[in-house]
């Protein structure tokens, strides 16, 4: 189901920075390596400093951190009645055209990307895990949820009191985050989030394996709002890209 918000004059504009599990926490996970530096032939020698959610596997071959990411199926909520099935898919993502960013310098140079949809899974996680190809880095774009509306009356969501609510994006909390090919996210049930947005050189690609439940119901799989202004002109809700940032960290 698609809403469409007009943001009238209205101006929103936030500087990305780089994806880490602490400020991404109100939105999900981040998956990645804690401890690149531990190879795992050297566990035992690095047991006492690894997190507490890592343990030696496969004959000493590999380290193994247990439940990385919150993965949920509400379909039991869903107005279908669910249940709701895992669903993989792969995705292979061009890089976006990005245009410079006014006021932009040589000695700071910034991209610019305007954000046009924001969307939600209310009823799953959707978990996306970077695959190695051309480009190393993609742009992460979220928000919270504005309170209950009649705007929002006709799209489903769970209830729960760890859960966003029903309400529609709330852009003064959007925020931006740079992530690396070594880094998957996992966007929590009901996070309004932007579609995949891929940095790099035009031509490059970044493909990501994303898992999620689903139903088969279009309202209960994913909700998008389309955002428009009162001049008819494109919203100005933009994402500022340090360029140094659009390299891999």
Not at 116 to 141: G, I, N
Not at 147 to 165: H, M, W
Not at 178 to 202: F, I, S
Not at 203 to 230: A, H, I, K, N, R
Request: glycine residues 8%.
């Amino acid at each position: 189901m698609v809403v469409t918000v007009n943001i009238g004059s209205r101006k929103v504009q936030v500087t990305a920075q780089p994806l880490s599990h602490e400020a991404f926490a109100p939105f999900g996970s981040v998956i990645a390596n804690p401890r690149s530096d531990v190879h795992p032939s050297a566990f035992a020698a690095h047991a006492a400093s690894l997190p507490p959610n890592a343990f030696s596997a496969n004959q000493g071959s590999a380290i193994q951190y247990r439940n990385v990411s919150r993965v949920r199926n509400l379909y039991s909520q869903a107005p279908s009645g669910g249940p709701g099935e895992a669903v993989f898919s792969m995705f292979v993502c061009a890089a976006r055209e990005l245009a410079p960013a006014p006021g932009s310098t040589e000695g700071t140079p910034e991209d610019l990307f305007s954000v046009k949809v924001l969307e939600r899974h209310p009823f799953t996680t959707q978990t996306f895990a970077p695959v190695s190809s051309s480009a190393e880095t993609y742009l992460v774009v979220v928000a919270p949820s504005l309170a209950p509306s009649e705007a929002d009356k006709d799209l489903p969501v769970p209830q729960g009191a760890d859960l966003p609510g029903r309400g529609l994006p709330d852009l003064s909390g959007l925020v931006a985050f740079v992530a690396t090919n070594a880094q998957a996210v996992t966007y929590g049930a009901g996070t309004w989030h932007a579609p995949m947005v891929v940095l790099g050189d035009e031509g490059t690609t970044l493909d990501f394996v994303v898992s999620q439940s689903m139903s088969g119901v279009p309202v209960e799989d994913c909700q998008l709002v389309e955002f428009e202004s009162d001049s008819g002109s494109e919203p100005q809700i933009d994402v500022r890209i340090p360029k140094g940032r659009r390299e891999k960290l």
